[in-house]
């Protein structure tokens, strides 16, 4: 599918309106960031940098069709029938962060405002992305269900956004050679296990849970015939775990404690953490706080979690993630084969959001690769993300292949 970058003018103008005083920047802790620093949503990647030796080194050792972005994000406003609904809290400029949140995201997507076309603008830039990479290479297209009470009852109140299961499962059908479908199911329904068995009927590769933001429990036993369904059939469940800043549902924080996941890996269930649990604290079995990546890196180490549990590495090369838990995952390579390529798409648009300078500083990236990379950024987050996280360094010690060869996780199920 052809694209061309289509003006955001509208989006842009509210976004650096809402970010004038830099309130959102610094209560998002971008302080130091620049307020004009906004994704140019450039097209074809120019000539010379295709040849980049960075880029060079970066597909080195990969197989193209093994590596599955597995953590990409539908977003739109629910024009063109894909049934998307954005909630108060990231439309109403009475949320004036979460609202600029949403136009970073949107502006990340270079989904633009043409009326009508918002939805599928965002679609054909995420296709374009994908036509820039080899053959073979895709991205995992997650759904986005809404929170739900203790009940199973839905509340639309609550939720930051909804995408639905039959938009994520269209898109897959309809361009099979880039994009797989993530389902995005609440266990607490009565129908839950049987919605579950039709996603995965449907194609679904994985279920999406965010449960500070859906309000589920992972440890609650009102998701034990959900967990059956997934053991049975192989399909991992991808778990947002630490804290949650991008959304919020209700006061849920702590259902994203990692330990809360005991209970779908004692039931044989897959389990993909994602981030790396590399955001804020929880309780430990003793009762005290401690990092949520360091409770993620505990729960690794239990029997129970030998060949279910697994970790993504999106979002760690972001600025509020610290350059130590990168240094960590880079030196645990007995921890890479159990180690997954996400993107967090649109995210690695987002250009405050990760700082190559920052990453080189740190020692984690060579000087020489900050300018290509820079440039990558305007053309391709996706080529972007990928390429920071293959030339990442410490000592010697960077991400083997394994990282990137994800396919092997999600394509069991059905095979």
């Not at 009940?151 to 897959?172: Q, R």
């Not at 919605?195 to 965010?210: F, P, Q, S, T």
């Not at 890996?265 to 003793?286: E, W």
């Not at 960077?398 to 994800?406: C, D, E, L």
């Amino acid at each position: 599918m052809a694209f061309r970058s289509q003006p955001f003018d509208l989006s842009r103008r509210r976004l650096i309106g809402l970010l004038a005083g830099g309130a959102a920047l610094s209560a998002a802790g971008w302080s130091s960031a620049k307020p004009m620093l906004v994704n140019k949503c450039r097209v074809a990647i120019p000539a010379g940098l295709i040849d980049s030796p960075w880029l060079q080194q970066a597909w080195a050792g990969i197989d193209p069709a093994q590596l599955w972005d597995c953590h990409v994000h539908l977003a739109g406003i629910g024009d063109g029938g894909s049934g998307i609904v954005v909630g108060p809290q990231l439309s109403s400029v009475l949320h004036p962060l979460h609202y600029a949140q949403r136009l970073f995201y949107m502006n990340a997507g270079c989904a633009h405002d043409a009326p009508g076309k918002v939805d599928q603008a965002y679609v054909a830039r995420l296709l374009n992305l994908c036509d820039a990479m080899p053959e073979g290479f895709k991205v995992m297209l997650f759904a986005f269900e809404r929170f739900h009470d203790g009940k199973g009852d839905a509340h639309p109140e609550h939720s930051a956004f909804y995408v639905p299961n039959a938009w994520a499962a269209k898109l897959a059908r309809d361009f099979p050679a880039r994009f797989e479908w993530v389902a995005s199911l609440h266990p607490y329904p009565a129908t839950a296990a049987d919605d579950l068995k039709l996603a995965i009927a449907n194609g679904a590769r994985a279920v999406k849970w965010l449960p500070a933001a859906m309000g589920m429990d992972p440890s609650d036993a009102k998701c034990d015939a959900f967990y059956r369904v997934l053991a049975e059939s192989g399909s991992p469940l991808i778990v947002h775990c630490g804290e949650e800043k991008a959304v919020k549902g209700s006061d849920t924080q702590a259902f994203g404690n990692p330990l809360r996941l005991r209970r779908a890996l004692d039931a044989g269930v897959k389990v993909v953490v994602a981030h790396c649990a590399s955001l804020g604290d929880d309780l430990d079995d003793d009762g005290k706080a401690r990092s949520s990546f360091d409770l993620f890196l505990k729960l690794m180490t239990e029997p129970r979690a030998k060949g279910l549990l697994y970790g993504d590495i999106s979002a760690i090369t972001q600025r509020n993630r610290k350059p130590a838990l990168i240094r960590s995952l880079l030196e645990r390579s007995d921890l890479h084969d159990r180690l997954l390529h996400g993107s967090d798409y649109p995210l690695p648009g987002i250009v405050p959001l990760t700082s190559t300078s920052a990453l080189a500083r740190a020692g984690l990236l060579p000087k020489a690769a900050i300018s290509d990379l820079d440039i990558l950024r305007q053309h391709n987050p996706l080529l972007f993300d990928f390429t920071l996280k293959r030339l990442l360094n410490w000592q010697g010690h960077s991400f083997s292949p394994a990282v990137f060869h994800t396919r092997r996780l999600f394509a069991v199920s059905h095979a």
